[in-house]
């Protein structure tokens, strides 16, 4: 507890303000109020093409971390909001108020290069504080605990902006070390034409938007054909996206990773703590309206957190088989908020081996939509392991934590679905578990906003 412990959240995460004035926060009441308050500012917010790694001047600024659900249809998948991380930090005993806790909201609009930049001074003058208190304290360095984007943001910081020497551990949650090709998708896709002209609204504000480029897959995932090998997005044209700003941003993942490998000096220890057990986005093929997404790669299935694919949930130079990564069975919007991985979290904090409160062995595979419109059905469909077969209840509750239905679907081999009808417009959570507290099944959550 005498190092200074940086939050980190991911894109969307932070709350932000133009002129004074919050133009993305929970205080709408509802998270399609939040995206409409957003959707009437967003001429302001959106970014101009030539941006680079600077800040636009319009004002906006971060102002807190998003303590509730947060997403923006078409650019990233629904996120629960960070508040069950914080108080476990708190009984951990890292507190703002004694000085060894710092949650660091940021603008995700920009270049990561630029916010790990901008969150260098803030992380230093708190850290020089906390030394300052001499003792115990004076030899405090920072650990990050970062989720989603938050730790490319963090990895610029520690690899180009002089973080390394005082730094001692990067604990990153679901961050997409080499991308997500669901980023892909969406971006060339653009938002669902259903909800309206919002849609077209937030389809060139998402474009506009260095960060969300620099979420795309690093890796070689894209096909044209079925027959053609893999390409990287700097090796074949994409439709609807500037091909500098998808140099640039590959640029960002390259010099990234040579700085990390050409650091001599002995830097942080990196924990990747990483969803798993889900069916995830991880190749994208090119059709004749723009691109769809397949969860193979190559013929095998290797599963993610929904969003992020396992094959980019790590530094190339890391082994899917490496100590330094630690899985958990759930989806990437709940990722930070998982009891098993907020164990994982304080094991890694304390260095002391913290049993993970998650028993149980079987993982259910749950496939849910981020977004579907008013008067569509909200459709669970849940695939156990091969030759298993446990009885499964499935449970939807309101944004306003109001339980609407709950069901235990009959199973058809090891897959069991079910559909739930006229649902109004709103958030939903979709939570999948066994019937009782003995059962084997892993627990995954997820989150479906119906948009009217």
């Known amino acids: 507890m005498t190092d200074l412990v940086v939050v980190l959240p991911g894109i969307m995460g932070s709350t932000l303000t133009q ?8 205080s709408a009441g509802s998270l399609i109020r939040a995206v409409r308050t957003f959707g009437a500012s967003i001429k302001t917010l959106q970014l101009p093409d030539d941006l680079g790694d600077n800040h636009p001047g319009d004002g906006v600024e971060p102002a807190a971390l998003m303590p509730d659900l947060h997403a923006l249809p078409g650019i990233w998948t629904p996120v629960k909001g960070y508040d069950r991380l914080l108080k476990r930090l708190d009984a951990l005993g890292y507190r703002q108020q004694a000085g060894n806790l710092l949650p660091l ?19 230093e003058d708190a850290l020089n504080q906390l030394r300052a208190r001499g003792g115990e304290y004076a030899e405090a360095e920072v650990v990050f605990v970062c989720h989603s984007m938050g730790g490319l943001v963090a990895r610029w910081y520690i690899e180009k902006c002089g973080g390394a020497p005082i730094t001692r551990k990067l604990i990153t949650l679901g961050t997409p070390y080499r991308g997500a090709a ?18 077209i609204d937030l389809t060139q504000f998402a474009r506009s938007l260095p960060s969300l480029h620099q979420l ?26 500037n091909s500098a700003s998808l140099a640039d941003a590959m640029r960002f993942h390259t010099d990234l990773y040579a700085a990390e490998q050409a650091r001599t000096a002995s830097g942080p220890m990196t924990h990747a703590i990483l969803g798993t057990g889900q069916n995830t986005p991880t190749t994208v093929r090119l059709t004749a309206d723009g691109a769809e997404t ?4 190559g013929a095998k299935n290797h599963h993610g957190d929904g969003t992020v694919p396992l094959i980019a949930a790590a530094r190339p130079d890391v082994p899917l088989d490496s100590n330094q990564l630690r899985r958990v069975p759930d989806k990437h919007g709940n990722l930070q908020r998982n009891r098993a991985a907020l164990d994982e979290l304080e094991g890694i904090l304390t260095a002391q081996n913290i049993i993970v409160r998650n028993p149980h062995q079987v993982i259910p595979n749950v496939d849910t939509p981020d977004l579907i419109l008013a008067n569509q059905p909200l459709s669970v469909h849940v695939t ?14 309101s944004e306003a934590g109001k339980v609407i239905d709950t069901r235990v679907p009959p199973l058809i081999g090891a897959t069991g679905s079910t559909t739930f009808e006229n649902l109004p417009p709103g958030a939903y959570e979709i939570a999948v578990t066994g019937l009782d507290a003995t059962s084997p099944l892993t627990p995954v ?5 119906i948009w009217g």
Do not use: M
Request: aromatic content about 6%.
């Open 216 to 241: 795309l897959p690093e890796y070689a995932c894209i096909q044209r054909t079925s027959a053609d090998t893999l390409a990287k997005t700097t090796e074949i044209p994409l439709p609807n996206l």
């Open 19 to 26: 002129n004074g004035k919050l133009v993305w926060s929970p």
């Open 384 to 397: 156990l392991p091969p030759g298993t077969r446990h009885a499964t209840l499935i449970t939807l509750t």
């Open 105 to 123: 909201p940021y603008d995700w609009r920009l270049s990561n290069r630029y916010n790990g930049q901008h969150i260098a001074g803030k992380v």
């Open 445 to 449: 959550t997820s989150t479906t906003l």
């Open 294 to 297: 397949v969860d193979t790669y």
């Open 182 to 199: 669901s980023a892909l998708e969406q971006l060339i896709n653009g938002v669902h034409p259903g909800i309206g002209p919002l849609g």
